[in-house]
């Protein structure tokens, strides 16, 4: 059983930036780490990920301006997100898994999930 716990979320203006960190409760080094955030009102939905190879992905909507990064020894994994956008404005979860598999997209694929950040973009 892994506990994961995001913090570093926030009110930011537009353009400004923020880094949210997903600390795990044991070791991740295994385990492919993926943000996803939830607007109200709509569904949940992939931000980022980062494999136990440390290959990225990222949403189109995010690709430019938000970075995945991960620390084992620390048992944490990074978003820094840069040039934020009112749109951008959600709860932000990490989630791990476990298996390797070529996509880490998929929000019904991972297996320990956090409680959520909120992120605020103000315009």
């Known amino acids: 059983q892994v506990q994961l716990v995001e913090s570093g979320g926030g009110l930011v203006q537009a353009g400004g930036s923020l880094r949210l960190s997903c600390a795990a409760s044991?070791?991740?080094?295994?385990?492919?780490v993926g943000w996803f955030r939830q607007a109200p009102g709509q569904e949940r939905e992939f931000v980022a990920a980062?494999?136990?190879?440390?290959?990225?992905y990222y949403a189109d909507s995010v690709k430019v301006r938000f970075s995945i990064s991960r620390d084992n020894a620390r048992n944490t994994v990074y978003l820094q997100m840069n040039s934020l956008k009112p749109e951008d404005t959600a709860v932000y979860y990490c989630?791990?898994?476990?298996?390797?598999?070529?996509?880490?997209?998929?929000?019904?694929?991972?297996?320990?999930w956090g409680q959520g950040t909120q992120v605020t973009v103000s315009s």
């Open positions: 980062i494999s136990w190879t440390t290959r990225a």
């Open positions: 989630a791990a898994d476990i298996k390797a598999r070529s996509d880490y997209t998929m929000i019904g694929e991972y297996d320990y």
């Open positions: 044991g070791r991740i080094s295994w385990y492919a």
